[in-house]
């Protein structure tokens, strides 16, 4: 993606991203193509990278898995640029530790270490608990919903009874976003971000089969079926807002394949066949988290950014680069599947996500 786009559209010129995005589906054109006698085109300015994110100063902002990885990089840039992060993570040992390690690098950056698992019901609630003791009343400017585990080997239950990757994945993101919504500022600026995955592309979901009891696949069925739910409900979650006039932006990225302790934790430890495809992937098609992160933090800050929005690398099948508007996946764009895996989620979790007047 850039800092800045022109589009020509059917002979007309809009300025930015809404030119191309409508509704939920984009259309990305990265060079000049002849249909007939119309020209598509997008002119592009430099790749939209890190410096380029406006001051975060004054605003408050919660990263989910922010100890590690994408999450930590993504942390580590807003707190750069002046934000207030508020950081959980699984311990306050490694919270404290991320913490340190931003610090060592930005002494005056505004850190907040706690404690939260997504893979608990009971830890979301006592997060949100914690939260609105700490900081009442409205409070937060951005909630970016990073944290995840990919590829389990074996079909796992949580504390709660739930498949874990779809716990920890969506059904977590989904409480948490659910309670903590009270406490997003309702004004400009504030945006919830999800991280999602290129995975979805060839996942669907299966609704008979939503904690994978009746059949598990590691990757692109278990993993596959929680990012795309997690896509699902970015785009359902802005359907929502925009119908009852909230100015509450949601917006949606993924971060191609990005070499993280997610990538090493669970491909690797996978299936021969999947650690040997991890393994060529990762010789030149990879990126480091830190590029890894770009898509999320112009989700989450990028002025270009668009309600709804999907965005994710501009290189080779989205795996990596810099980045830009993507498609988003025809089975996120489906609106029963949307309001039934909403339903669903409220039935599992027990909490009621009811944004305004139905």
């Given at each position: 993606?850039?800092?800045?786009?022109?589009?020509?559209?059917?002979?007309?010129?809009?300025?930015?991203?809404?030119?191309?995005?409508?509704?939920?589906?984009?259309?990305?054109?990265?060079?000049?193509?002849?249909?007939?006698?119309?020209?598509?085109?997008?002119?592009?300015?430099?790749?939209?990278?890190?410096?380029?994110?406006?001051?975060?100063?004054?605003?408050?902002?919660?990263?989910?898995?922010?100890?590690?990885?994408?999450?930590?990089?993504?942390?580590?840039?807003?707190?750069?640029?002046?934000?207030?992060?508020?950081?959980?993570?699984?311990?306050?040992?490694?919270?404290?530790?991320?913490?340190?390690?931003?610090?060592?690098?930005?002494?005056?950056?505004?850190?907040?270490?706690?404690?939260?698992?997504?893979?608990?019901?009971?830890?979301?609630?006592?997060?949100?608990?914690?939260?609105?003791?700490?900081?009442?009343?409205?409070?937060?400017?951005?909630?970016?919903?990073?944290?995840?585990?990919?590829?389990?080997?074996?079909?796992?239950?949580?504390?709660?009874?739930?498949?874990?990757?779809?716990?920890?994945?969506?059904?977590?993101?989904?409480?948490?976003?659910?309670?903590?919504?009270?406490?997003?500022?309702?004004?400009?600026?504030?945006?919830?971000?999800?991280?999602?995955?290129?995975?979805?592309?060839?996942?669907?979901?299966?609704?008979?089969?939503?904690?994978?009891?009746?059949?598990?696949?590691?990757?692109?069925?278990?993993y596959g079926q929680s990012k795309l739910?997690?896509?699902?409900?970015?785009?359902?979650?802005?359907?929502?807002?925009?119908?009852?006039?909230?100015?509450?932006?949601?917006?949606?990225?993924?971060?191609?394949?990005?070499?993280?302790?997610?990538?090493?934790?669970?491909?690797?430890?996978?299936?021969?066949?999947?650690?040997?495809?991890?393994?060529?992937?990762?010789?030149?098609?990879?990126?480091?988290?830190?590029?890894?992160?770009?898509?999320?933090?112009?989700?989450?800050?990028?002025?270009?950014?668009?309600?709804?929005?999907?965005?994710?690398?501009?290189?080779?099948?989205?795996?990596?680069?810099?980045?830009?508007?993507?498609?988003?996946?025809?089975?996120?764009?489906?609106?029963?599947?949307?309001?039934?895996?909403?339903?669903?989620?409220?039935?599992?979790?027990?909490?009621?996500?009811?944004?305004?007047s139905r």
């Open positions: 993606m850039l800092g800045r786009s022109r589009v020509l559209v059917r002979g007309e010129r809009a300025e930015g991203l809404g030119a191309l995005q409508q509704g939920a589906k984009v259309r990305w054109i990265a060079k000049q193509e002849r249909t007939g006698n119309t020209f598509w085109m997008a002119d592009r300015a430099k790749p939209w990278g890190a410096e380029q994110i406006p001051s975060q100063a004054g605003r408050r902002v919660v990263i989910t898995g922010a100890n590690s990885g994408i999450g930590f990089e993504t942390a580590r840039e807003l707190a750069r640029r002046g934000a207030e992060v508020v950081l959980p993570a699984r311990s306050m040992e490694k919270a404290k530790d991320a913490v340190e390690r931003i610090r060592r690098e930005i002494p005056a950056a505004k850190l907040t270490p706690c404690v939260l698992d997504l893979a608990e019901q009971d830890s979301v609630r006592a997060f949100v608990a914690w939260f609105a003791r700490e900081y009442p009343g409205p409070a937060i400017d951005l909630l970016i919903n990073n944290a995840g585990v990919m590829a389990i080997p074996q079909r796992e239950l949580t504390v709660d009874g739930f498949e874990r990757q779809l716990a920890t994945n969506f059904l977590g993101p989904f409480a948490l976003t659910a309670l903590l919504y009270p406490q997003v500022r309702q004004r400009e600026g504030s945006r919830v971000v999800i991280v999602s995955s290129s995975v979805t592309k060839w996942a669907k979901m299966e609704f008979d089969n939503l904690q994978s009891e009746r059949r598990y696949g590691s990757m692109r069925q278990a739910a997690d896509l699902l409900f970015a785009v359902e979650l802005q359907r929502r807002l925009t119908r009852v006039g909230s100015p509450v932006m949601v917006t949606a990225a993924h971060p191609g394949y990005a070499i993280t302790n997610l990538m090493t934790s669970g491909p690797g430890s996978g299936p021969s066949l999947l650690r040997t495809m991890s393994g060529l992937l990762a010789l030149g098609l990879s990126q480091d988290a830190a590029h890894g992160a770009l898509p999320t933090l112009f989700a989450a800050v990028a002025p270009e950014a668009v309600p709804g929005g999907y965005y994710g690398p501009d290189g080779w099948l989205e795996l990596k680069g810099y980045p830009k508007a993507v498609p988003i996946p025809a089975g996120a764009q489906d609106p029963k599947g949307a309001e039934r895996l909403w339903s669903e989620a409220e039935r599992l979790t027990g909490v009621a996500f009811r944004i305004g």
